[in-house]
């Protein structure tokens, strides 16, 4: 039997050609390159005007992937070889490891059991810090308010990895939209798909740096090559996005709201099924939660892989979100960059819960009947999972 919550959000077979026109615009003329030689606007260029508007930015720039968007976005905004910059505790590898292939020291900032960042941690940081990272988990928003005004007060910029959380919002507002650098990721498991890609949202100044970074250091006039004589000319790599690959952000980015409102109404059907029986790890405000993924807690980490197992057997997905922090991964300690982070501070709060904390995706293609089957299976195992954390 099929799985009925697939991990992807896009399902490409599943789309007709009516709701891909720019997939098969760039398929009909054959411009795989983002700049175009067509009548046809550059659909990078779509990508960009769409993300900057979405996420309340003077421009945008479109990039290979997250990871390298998060990397180019500290060069941009000047942090350093040995800069401490803070990042949620509880977030991807890549979010630190962005922050390390600059030279500067991931700092992990504690997380509650909402999965929302302490203010107060950021406050008590020990030491001069560079930027502050806040990473949206899972379709849930953090509600980042108090963090922005503590950055404006220690005057460093606010970078939100909106990876995981294209259209979630919280009571500050959507995803990103207090950033001065927002970063999103198209990779096969987030919100818009391409494969791969990434981008960053934030000022005109501040994203031309990054398209000189993504795009061999110098700005093209008229479409033809770099200007490489230009005195602002940096060394710098070939990070660009495709046009197929734009293409499809854009075909996904113009139906988002109907995206969003489907998954939305699938999460609202599953907890109703679920009922009082299970206890569901919510954001502190699950109205603007983006509807991908319901988390929940298990009892113990056993539990956790026990839970997956089962639900696998049920062919419904659940996966645990990350059972580290970066700072115990092995890439991390060897290195020694993160040497003086006293290892007894960690782990705490979300960070404890982390090798429990389960997450079953159910996206928008999931039919009711398939909502139901996934609740059947998760009341099933409900024994693997806590009540309260
Ligand atoms: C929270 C978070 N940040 C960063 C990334 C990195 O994005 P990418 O895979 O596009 O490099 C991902 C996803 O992979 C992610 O989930």
Known sequence: MAVVNPHQFFDLPAESPDTLPYFHAVLGDGQLFRYVESERESANTAVERFFAGYFGKEA??????????????????????????????????????????????PVPMDMDTALTVDAAALKAAEGPVAAVMVVHVQGHAVPVGRVRELCDALGVPLIEDVCQGVGAASPDGRAGALADIAVTSFQQSKQISSGEGGLVAGTADLVERVYRLSDLGAVRHGGGLPDWDDERAVMADNLRLTELQAALVMDQATALDDTLARQRANRARLKEALGSQVTVLDSEHPAGDSGSHTLFVARTASDAQQFCAA?????????????????????????????????????????????????????????????????????????????EW
């Open 60 to 105: 945008a720039v479109a990039v290979a992937n997250g990871t390298v968007g998060l990397r180019l976005s500290l060069q941009a905004a000047g942090v350093k070889p040995g800069d401490r910059v803070l990042v949620s505790a509880y977030s991807f590898i890549a979010c630190a490891m962005a922050v390390a292939s600059v030279g500067a020291v």
């Open 311 to 387: 639900l696998k057997a049920e062919d419904v997905v659940a996966r645990v979100v990350w059972k580290k922090t970066f700072l115990e991964y092995g890439v991390f300690r060897q290195s020694g960059l993160t040497d003086e982070l006293s290892s007894q501070q960690w782990p705490k709060t979300a960070v404890a819960l982390g090798p429990r904390i389960l997450s079953v995706p159910v996206s928008k293609y999931v039919p009711e009947s398939g909502v139901a089957r996934v609740a059947e299976a998760v009341l099933n195992h409900r024994q693997h999972l806590a009540r």
